[in-house]
């Protein structure tokens, strides 16, 4: 069955960075796009970005442009979330989801940026 | 940015009751490929997004049948034909139509 597992996350100070990890299972990674998808404490659901299957198409969220990168090896079947000058409002929980439409979802990974 | 409003935030219903949240975007969801990326997800409390119905009307491998979607262009909406308890939760709607994607604010569905 499909399987979504992210890692990576923890506990930050401002401007530092994390490389958050999202390894799939159970389909063919190499076909399909994927997202990060994040939630702060208590709020609603934020995209953040999207990369094509290939990994060349990578489109972002405004608030995290410039700053995360979001990439994929698809030799190990892994989702990446590069997060670089992170800010206090940058912790949530951070999701990977399958394909366009949302398919499925991973247990997400808590990044908190605290001083 | 599209922007989806949910309508109501809050729906306190009775077991075996229907249920109906609406989602509006502030700009057509119809893609120049003819598709309308239109997606409802349910969040039970504690638990990751769980995707319900894509593109309006689809559903999801393993969802029930007592959910249903319809609706086209900027009006949506998703049915719940008779509540069980395992659907108390937040429900959002998600446009994949335009980049950035966007998300519903969320409606909390509990029992009475």
């Known amino acids: 069955q499909v399987q979504l597992v992210e890692s990576g996350g923890g506990v930050v100070q401002p401007g530092r960075s994390l490389r958050l990890s999202c390894a799939a299972s159970?389909?063919?990674?190499?076909?399909?796009?994927m997202h990060w998808v994040r939630q702060a404490p208590g709020k609603g659901l934020d995209w953040v970005a999207i990369?094509?299957?290939?990994?060349?198409?990578?489109y972002y969220a405004d608030s995290v442009k410039g700053r995360f990168t979001i990439s994929r090896d698809n030799s190990k079947n892994t989702l990446y979330l590069q997060m670089d000058s992170l800010r206090l409002e940058d912790t949530a929980v951070y999701y990977c989801?399958?394909?366009?439409?949302?398919?499925?979802w991973g247990q997400g990974t808590l990044v908190t940026v605290s001083s | 940015d599209i922007v989806m409003t949910q309508t109501p935030l809050s729906s306190p219903v009775t077991l075996g009751q229907p249920a109906s949240i609406s989602c509006r975007s502030s700009?057509?969801?119809?893609?120049?490929?003819?598709?309308?990326?239109l997606s409802w997800l349910q969040q039970r409390p504690g638990q990751p997004p769980r995707l319900l119905i894509y593109?309006?009307?689809n559903r999801f491998s393993g969802v029930p049948d007592r959910f249903s979607g319809s609706g086209a262009g900027t009006d949506f909406t998703l049915k719940i034909s008779r509540v069980e308890a395992e659907d108390v939760g937040v429900y959002y709607c998600?446009?994949?139509?335009?980049?950035?994607?966007?998300f519903g604010q969320g409606t909390k569905v509990e029992i009475k």
């Open positions: 159970g389909f063919a990674f190499n076909t399909l796009p």
């Open positions: 990369i094509s299957y290939h990994g060349i198409n990578k």
């Open positions: 593109k309006i009307y």
């Open positions: 998600a446009q994949s139509t335009q980049i950035p994607h966007t």
């Open positions: 989801a399958r394909d366009h439409d949302y398919l499925n």
């Open positions: 700009q057509s969801l119809v893609h120049s490929d003819g598709n309308t990326y």
